[in-house]
């Protein structure tokens, strides 16, 4: 039995043991894997411990994701986001308006009455021909000295994560061959957002209610993997609709399932809107929030992939759900109504 990591309205998402995945007997892989696709399935996010990544290298990154947020205004809009195609670079507070509106008209008049309290890099692999990332530079007055170096390490760590995770889901929903996925995201191509949400007056959300630190949206790839702070804010939404605190809990890595992964599974697995909102007060504190830190690894099929129901999510023709879509193409559209 897995224990609940956050547990209301109908909401139940899983804390699950991922070491007994990785390095168990085959009852505990099995058992494991299972476990991770049933949180999807219920609740579209689950909860990792024991993930093959340090703490100290989270740590680190933490630490150095703060360092680059710290740089002057005018160094990090040198390095700007550009276009959906590359999806790389520097969004300042306000650039980018997450939500579940795909129309960039409309999109325009919420961001213009509720911008998202945010700030982020994009990263892309680093050895993509066609886009290229906009690393800061390094040393005195610019970003720590190996930033580019760690990052593109944990971006690697990360994606590893990813097959791993993927290969459960292969196991759980017994496809012919533990590796069914590996082909469709060997390439890695993934985005890292390093994940900043300045100090903010209370005043602020009394003033507007609509106002939030990320509006609330379902992610558009196969999974995502975010690193918490202990500041809170995260919420995911309930069967009944309902907003739930997704408490953050010391060395685990949420993990939610994207909209290609829901459509993948014929919806047999669920992509869950989730916010970020007024954070929790904690005792003692006064005045304004304190800055929050996280970090999200945006999981995709690789962009040629070609993403259509799987085989055993459906019994005929006429019980999928939608139309196979090229992976890269897919997630192009859903970003040119973010931006």
């Known amino acids: 039995m897995e224990k609940a990591a956050v547990q209301g309205d109908g909401l139940l998402i899983p804390l699950i043991d991922f070491s007994k995945f990785l390095t168990g007997g085959p009852t505990q892989k099995l058992e494991t894997a299972q476990a991770i696709l049933a949180g999807f399935q219920t609740a579209g996010f689950i909860y990792l411990s024991n993930i093959p990544i340090p703490a100290a290298t989270r740590a680190d990154i933490f630490a150095r994701s703060a360092s680059f947020f710290r740089l002057p205004?005018?160094?990090?809009?040198?390095?700007?986001?550009?276009?959906?195609?590359?999806?790389?670079?520097?969004?300042?507070?306000?650039?980018?308006k997450v939500t579940q509106l795909t129309d960039s008209d409309e999109v325009s008049a919420l961001r213009a009455?509720?911008?998202d309290l945010k700030e982020s890099l994009e990263i892309g692999r680093d050895n993509d021909p066609l886009h290229k990332n906009n690393w800061p530079a390094e040393g005195d007055g610019g970003a720590p000295e190996g930033f580019r170096t760690a990052m593109n390490a944990f971006f690697s760590d990360?994606?590893?994560?990813?097959?791993?995770?993927?290969?459960?889901l292969a196991v759980a929903m017994s496809l012919p061959d533990e590796n069914y996925f590996d082909r469709f995201v060997d390439a890695h191509d993934n985005t890292l957002r390093l994940l900043h949400y300045p100090s903010v007056s209370p005043a602020v959300f009394r003033a507007n209610a609509g106002q939030v630190r990320a509006g609330a949206h379902s992610?558009?790839?196969?999974?995502?993997?975010?690193?918490?702070?202990?500041?809170?804010?995260?919420?995911?939404?309930?069967?009944?609709?309902?907003?739930?605190?997704?408490?953050?809990?010391?060395?685990?890595?949420?993990?939610?399932?994207?909209?290609?992964l829901a459509r993948w599974s014929n919806e047999t697995i669920r992509s869950t809107v989730h916010r970020v909102v007024e954070p929790p007060g904690k005792e003692g504190e006064e005045g304004e929030y304190p800055a929050r830190y996280s970090i999200a690894y945006f999981c995709n099929p690789n962009?040629?992939?070609?993403?259509?129901?799987?085989?055993?999510?459906?019994?005929?023709?006429?019980d999928i759900k939608h139309s196979g879509v090229n992976s890269g193409e897919y997630l192009v559209q859903r970003l040119k109504a973010t931006y």
């Open 219 to 260: 992610d558009y790839g196969s999974l995502t993997f975010l690193f918490q702070d202990d500041r809170g804010g995260l919420q995911v939404q309930s069967p009944g609709g309902k907003f739930v605190d997704a408490t953050p809990i010391e060395g685990t890595c949420v993990v939610n399932a994207g909209d290609l």
């Open 113 to 115: 009455a509720a911008p």
């Open 303 to 318: 962009t040629d992939a070609f993403i259509e129901a799987i085989p055993g999510t459906y019994a005929t023709k006429d």
């Open 158 to 168: 990360l994606g590893d994560l990813h097959r791993s995770v993927m290969r459960a």
């Open 73 to 96: 205004a005018a160094t990090k809009e040198s390095l700007a986001w550009t276009t959906p195609e590359a999806n790389r670079g520097y969004s300042g507070p306000g650039r980018e």
